[in-house]
């Protein structure tokens, strides 16, 4: 194997991961929404900007704050705004289901 195709492929594992935490992102909040029963409708407008915010202190949050994995490690669990705890089950979501897409392609790639 030569190391561009290595590259390649370790590159399409690596975006397979990032769409795989932002589907888990998605997941995650359909399920808290259903939890705290609000409407889903919103969450499918990603054109719009209030979308998501935080259910301690009800701030919109920005893009910047909704970085899967990202965002919760930067701010350590906590909201931005009012440093209301984030459960783990959301970063648990983005990284297993990020995992599962991953090892799909991990598994496309080699068969
Ligand atoms: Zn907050």
Known sequence: ?????????????????????????????????????MSITKVFNIFKKDTCFCFNCNHILKQRDMIPIISYLKYKGKCKYCGGKIGLRNIYYEFVIGLIVMIG?????IY
Do not use: P, S
Not at 105 to 109: D, E, T
């Open 105 to 109: 392609i991990c598994v496309f790639i």
């Open 1 to 37: 194997m030569n190391v561009l195709f290595i590259t390649l492929c370790a590159l399409q594992v690596i975006i397979g991961f990032i769409i795989g935490a932002i589907l888990g992102c998605f997941y995650a909040t359909i399920m808290d929404r259903i939890n705290k029963k």
